[in-house]
């Protein structure tokens, strides 16, 4: 069963960076996979904000902030990153990394194409 570990997130001032690592559990390697970040806002629902694919040619961002994401992967670490920029009061949120679960050329913004989930890293954005 894939694990999956969120870390990075904090408090940080607006106008900030934060980079958002997904790591697998154990000897689980992420190669090949599609892995979606998500993030839900406080009395908000879920939301995908980037996704990538399995040989990460393809990234994918949410409209409105995909000018300060960037979503990529690192097979030696067996990790997927999500950088943003000029962070701002609207992304505070818990952040969750997801899995198809198997080998992918394209990447998915459906949560309902995600086999596994991490717990989520809070993100707070505040001066």
């Known amino acids: 069963q894939l694990q999956l570990l969120e870390s990075g997130g904090g408090l940080v001032q607006p106008g900030g960076s934060l980079r958002l690592s997904c790591a697998a559990s154990g000897s689980t390697l992420l190669r090949d996979d599609g892995i979606t970040w998500f993030r839900q806002a406080p009395g908000k629902e879920r939301e995908a904000v980037a996704c990538?694919?399995?040989?990460?040619?393809?990234?994918n961002y949410k409209a409105s902030v995909m000018d300060r994401l960037t979503i990529f992967r690192d097979d030696a670490e067996n990790a997927v990153y999500l950088r943003i920029d000029d962070l701002n009061v609207e992304d505070t949120a818990v952040y969750f990394c997801?899995?198809?679960?198997?080998?992918?050329?394209?990447?998915?913004?459906?949560?309902?194409?995600?086999?596994?989930w991490g717990k989520g890293t809070l993100v707070t954005v505040s001066s």
């Open positions: 990538i694919s399995g040989s990460g040619v393809v990234a």
């Open positions: 997801a899995a198809r679960g198997g080998s992918f050329d394209d990447c998915s913004f459906d949560d309902v194409d995600m086999k596994h």
